[in-house]
């Protein structure tokens, strides 16, 4: 084993009726180069097949790891609940619906322990329902800070890795709001450190099904506009000149 492959990844999953999807999802993670990792899915409740799934794999990998919420709680609760069991050093997310680079975990912690950084981010590209990239790819910064990251929602998800040596599980926790639990999580955990870190390197995809791409343009927008300020707590006026910003950098993403 590599010196970059002594560090455990944990890889947090929030799982909800996910099961036409998850059996790509895990074995994106079972195809990592970079094999000390525990991936921990968190079902909300799930009435498809979704556990029936997890526990066959389960059953003949134990870094496959199930936790079960006793009511429906929503992804940030999921998360947090997945946070909480981590035993690695570094924490990764990864959406239920979302898939790997087979490198991507060995790529992003040598990123890490080369940049010496708390946060870290990487490029993705957009694939469609049946998982087939579609060539839009999204190209990150060297580094975000704040400021920055108000207006530019660049960070996705399933790209996210932090290390808890610099970061406590207490700030990486997830607001319980109905949406943009991980955006308001990015930007609290960036008032607290420099900035981000971002590897421009396509090694997650972004799976975007039929039915949701025209509505998630609107709830983005209007997502966006509360974190701003019920969240944030910004003024009207720095609200309208972030979200104007932002808008600007998310239409060149989603075009």
Not at 55 to 63: F, M, P, S, V
Not at 100 to 115: A, C, I, S
């Amino acid at each position: 084993m590599s010196k970059a492959n002594t560090h455990l990844v944990s890889i947090v999953v929030p799982v909800y009726n996910a099961a036409r999807f998850i059996d790509e999802t895990i074995k994106t993670v079972l195809d990592q180069t970079y094999t000390n990792w525990e991936l921990l899915l968190i079902d909300d409740k799930s009435t498809d097949e979704s556990v029936k799934l997890i526990k066959l794999y389960a059953a003949k990998d134990n870094r496959i790891k199930l936790h079960s919420n006793k009511q429906n709680s929503g992804a940030a609760i999921s998360r947090n609940k997945g946070i909480d069991a981590a035993k690695g050093r570094y924490i990764a997310f990864l959406d239920a619906d979302d898939f790997w680079l087979p490198t991507k975990l060995e790529k992003q912690v040598e990123f890490m322990q080369k940049q010496d950084c708390a946060f870290s981010f990487t490029g993705y590209e957009f694939a469609n329902e049946n998982g087939k990239p579609n060539g839009k790819k999204v190209h990150v910064p060297r580094t975000i800070t704040y400021k920055q990251a108000l207006k530019n929602t660049i960070i996705f998800t399933s790209t996210v890795m932090f290390d808890v040596q610099k970061i406590t599980k207490q700030l990486a926790h997830m607001p319980n709001i109905q949406r943009g639990q991980d955006t308001a999580t990015w930007w609290k955990i960036l008032k607290t450190i420099d900035s981000a870190y971002g590897l421009d390197e396509v090694l997650s995809y972004y799976r975007r099904t039929c039915e949701s791409l025209s509505a998630n343009k609107l709830t983005a927008l209007r997502r966006t506009w509360n974190l701003y300020l019920n969240v944030e707590k910004l003024s009207l006026t720095y609200s309208l000149y972030c979200f104007s910003v932002y808008t600007f950098n998310a239409s060149k993403r989603r075009i």
